[in-house]
């Protein structure tokens, strides 16, 4: 019905940070607050949509009507997804640590001596890639998000074609827009044909509902 676009759909949502662990009480983390993620979840659930939201560690209220992964790490974030799949919808809005520590000590590094410990970094696994990328199995829409403090547009499009996805939900999080932490958004939604839209800044609810019902458009038959 157009009351509920997603009536029988299944939706997968990530969002909020990841924490990598440096040792039992360290993590390296991000500043993201799980707000555009949950308000996309909460919007496909309002939509018709059966949903399931992976989230990172955050400080929100959970949304109503959706079903709730809570995960640390990227990796355990990656596993959540292939768990909840299949999915008609798939969107990756979590800020997925990029590098977590190469060693997680399994007791408290302790500061004696002189000597700073060494910090040093493994890649994480590209969550968005690898679903998108699947031959088998992969959601019928794929949508990934973009971060970025500069070239905001032509790193999105580099970033469409490099991860494989659908869409891409692009903003600008340089400091002074607020927008990481922040109650609103200034979007811009690009396609892999090209297509490009900006948005006018909205409240974060807002801009969930006005993507999903694109979503809804694009799933439809
Ligand atoms: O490359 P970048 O981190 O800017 O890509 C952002 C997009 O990729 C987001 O949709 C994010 O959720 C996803 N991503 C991911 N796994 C990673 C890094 C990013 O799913 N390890």
Partial sequence: SPQKPLAGRRVLVTSGPTHEPIDPVRYLANRSSGRQGHAIAAAAAEAGAEVTLISGPVAIADPKGVTIVRVETAREMLAAVEAALPADLAVFAAAVGDWRPAQDSTSKIKKDGAAVPPLSLVENPDILATIAKRSEGRPKLVVGFAAE?????????????????DLLVANDVSAEGGVMGGTANTIHLLDRDGGLETWPTLDKDEVGRRLVERFAARLAP
């Fill in 149 to 165: 403090t500069d070239s905001v547009i032509a790193h999105a499009r580099a970033k469409i074609a490099r991860k494989g996805c």
